[in-house]
């Protein structure tokens, strides 16, 4: 763990000196410069001082760079289109088995001529026009700021019944990273 880099990162973000820290906090500097340089482990309750100190929650201190927030700008986002419907697939994030996706669904189109099952979990917002949900017995018909959630295990189906373009936002959990589970 590099908590000591993480803890000058934050000081040094903040304009603040060892100085300062050592005087607010009552840690002497030399422990401070030691503790930043990661040679010396610090106690859970001096971690808490220094994290609240910094105003930063002490599990945060407690992140590997590669757990902490990743961000996607718009012009990295990847892109695809399901060619037997035409179904446009905007790929926003993913990390860790969750997965976000902005899904454009032209008139008419269907998320395949069957339901189909895959791995994991998902949450849908209907942002625009109006779809078809099914899964088992259970068929809704759902419109913009409408919402529903699946086990995507059992067979599933979405249409777009609409006159317009439907746009939903959908979020996907699997325990595997594939993002391709419409």
Not at 11 to 40: C, D, H, P, V, W
Not at 47 to 54: E, G, K, P, S
């Amino acid at each position: 763990m590099d908590i000591g880099s993480n803890i000058r990162v934050i000081r040094n973000r903040k304009k603040i000196t060892i100085a300062q820290m050592s005087e607010a906090t009552g840690l002497s500097k030399g422990f401070i410069s030691n503790m930043e340089n990661n040679n010396t482990s610090p106690s859970i309750a001096t971690l808490q001082t220094v994290a609240n100190f910094l105003h930063v929650p002490l599990p945060y201190l407690l992140l590997e760079k590669e757990e902490r927030m990743n961000v996607v700008r718009k012009n990295e986002r990847k892109y695809t289109t399901h060619e037997r419907e035409n179904i446009k697939v905007e790929h926003l994030i993913s990390r860790d088995g969750l997965t976000l996706q902005h899904v454009e669904f032209p008139p008419g189109t269907a998320t395949g001529e069957e339901p189909h099952v895959h791995e994991g979990k998902e949450c849908h917002l209907v942002l625009k026009g109006k779809i078809l949900a099914e899964q088992g017995e259970d068929s809704f018909i759902l419109e913009e700021g409408d919402s529903f959630s699946w086990n995507a295990c059992a067979p599933h189906f979405v249409k777009n019944i609409g006159e317009d373009t439907a746009v939903v936002l959908i979020a996907v959990y699997t325990d595997s990273a594939s993002d391709d589970t419409l």
